[in-house]
């Protein structure tokens, strides 16, 4: 099957969009026979659309991309937006353009207003709206990694269900550890006094660092030594980060090996990564940590629900009461950590073998397009 995939950032970046442009086009490489078309998005190109309207912001993207395939001598079975959708509203050539994705504008900015309501984003935003609409419309396919997602684009913008799957996206990690490291991590887990949390993410007040934060401190205060790991972000808030049971990594760099090395050994050492997010359309990093055989805490919304299986590879909370609820759950798994944790180990790693890495991922969006031809 021939594949024209269209890169909205650039492939070759470990560090673009969290890495999923990278991972996700180098395992199709492996399972199609690709071309790359860059139709890199120029900086804050929303702007333009909201400021300038969606045909004059969009039109010559979609415009170049159908140039090109006009030139070229072979066709492909498939043109696959990876990610971002700037060239789809306006595409008009025969090959059957497929949307895979994590987000459309309309559940994304849903983690930046309190009070969200779709009603409100189509009066506001409603250029931005007008994207979604026109791109939804107008791909053949639309492709998933959340139900959330999948979700909100039938009940919101009457997308027919015929036309939407949902396929997760895979842990972003060149490849999984080692059966033996991960054995000699659940030992060097099991045999600490401490339990070791880690939170990772940029975008910290989005994904529920305040919560984390409560967490831990909470555990602590109940008499449960636990020690709460920082990564990617550099949070103002001093009562967090001069915490005695804080340390803050800052941002890692997976294009530099030291930091890369770095960010694996603070895997290895981690009993459950947090993630109380207000708002995630997916969570890339969920993915990552069970690769770790590492069991998420979490906040029960969005594109969380797709990753965590409650009580198989980690446990997920009401928002309004993710402090106590989750304190209670992790004071009791410690009544018998060993065989507790181990459990939650064993299951998060089979979760990321079998449907939360990139391969599993691209063989299910193969086997998708093979049925849809």
Not at 67 to 95: A, M, W
Not at 134 to 156: G, H, N, P, Q, T
Not at 178 to 196: C, F
Not at 268 to 293: D, M, Q, R, W
């Amino acid at each position: 099957m021939r594949i024209l995939l269209v890169n909205h950032q650039n492939p070759t970046d470990i560090n673009a969009f969290s890495g999923t442009p990278f991972f996700m086009a180098r395992e199709m490489a492996n399972q199609f026979e690709i071309v790359h078309y860059n139709a890199f998005e120029e900086p804050e190109l929303y702007r333009k659309v909201y400021n300038d309207g969606l045909e004059s912001a969009l039109r010559p993207i979609s415009n170049r991309l159908v140039t090109f395939l006009r030139s070229e001598v072979k066709n492909y079975d498939y043109v696959i937006c990876q990610g971002g959708n700037s060239v789809v509203p306006f595409y008009n050539h025969s090959i059957p353009l497929v949307l895979w994705h994590d987000s459309i504008w309309g559940t994304f900015l849903h983690g930046y207003y309190d009070d969200f309501r779709f009603e409100d984003f189509k009066k506001n935003y409603y250029n931005l709206y007008l994207w979604d609409k026109a791109s939804l419309d107008k791909a053949a396919l639309l492709v998933f990694s959340s139900d959330y997602v999948a979700e909100a684009c039938i009940s919101r913008y009457q997308i027919p269900e015929s036309k939407i799957r949902v396929v997760p996206f895979g842990a972003n990690i060149y490849e999984p550890p080692s059966e033996d490291l991960l054995r000699l991590a659940l030992n060097t887990r099991l045999d600490s006094p401490n339990i070791h949390f880690t939170f990772i993410g940029k975008d910290w007040k989005r994904k529920g660092l305040t919560l984390a934060f409560g967490l831990v401190a909470a555990l602590n205060d109940r008499g449960i030594p636990s020690i709460l790991t920082i990564v990617g972000a550099n949070p103002d808030i001093p009562d967090i980060v001069n915490a005695p049971f804080v340390r803050t990594i800052g941002i890692v760099d997976k294009a530099v090996p030291e930091q890369l090395s770095l960010f694996h050994e603070i895997l290895k050492s981690t009993h459950f990564l947090l993630h109380p997010a207000f708002s995630e359309p997916f969570g890339i990093v969920l993915c990552e940590a069970n690769a770790y055989g590492i069991p998420v805490i979490g906040t029960r919304i969005e594109g969380l629900t797709t990753i965590v299986k409650d009580g198989v590879n980690g446990y997920l909370f009401n928002l309004e009461d993710f402090v106590e609820d989750a304190c209670t759950c992790i004071s009791r798994l410690q009544e018998n950590p060993s065989d507790n944790y181990r459990n939650l180990f064993n299951m998060s790693l089979q979760e990321s073998v079998q449907r939360l890495n990139w391969r599993a991922s691209v063989t299910h969006l193969k086997q998708i397009l093979q049925l849809f031809m």
